[in-house]
């Protein structure tokens, strides 16, 4: 998934850089921007197990025609864990789609999970 490194020098400057999977940080990477001295820390951050959400659009299109154009499928998966996730089973508009995902941004994954499972717009359309 990737990782935050947090750089500092010997005159205390700091930087960050973000690189994918498990790389770290080369030699340029390493040197800072203001001194061009090595860096004498190194230190990786994981990210956060938070939700990502995904919007998938809805439309279909057959000879020509197309439907649920201005639809979407909200998906959220956990940032560290990909297998696991939730989908919502109906689609949504854009507003609807934006408005429940800003219910679960910066929300720790189990958080986010409770969230969906009492939110969702899926919800809502099985108790009518």
């Known amino acids: 998934m990737g990782a935050w490194w947090r750089m500092q020098c010997e005159d205390a400057h700091l930087w960050e850089i973000f690189l994918e999977g498990d790389a770290e940080p080369n030699e340029e990477q390493l040197t800072c921007q203001e001194d061009h001295q090595p860096a004498v820390t190194a230190t990786r951050l994981p990210l956060a197990d938070q939700a990502t959400i995904t919007f998938i659009p809805a439309t ?6 197309k439907g649920h ?9 956990s940032s560290k864990h990909a297998e696991q996730s939730h989908r919502l089973t109906h689609p949504v508009t854009w507003e609807e789609a934006i408005k429940f995902a800003s219910l679960l941004k910066g929300i720790p994954w189990g958080q986010a999970t409770r969230r969906w ?3 969702s717009p899926d919800r809502k359309k099985q108790r009518n």
């Not at 279909?60 to 025609?65: H, K, P, V, Y």
């Not at 154009?69 to 998966?77: E, G, K």
């Open 117 to 119: 499972e009492r939110l």
């Open 69 to 77: 154009s201005d639809q979407y499928f909200v998906a959220m998966h």
């Open 60 to 65: 279909w299109e057959l000879e020509g025609s």
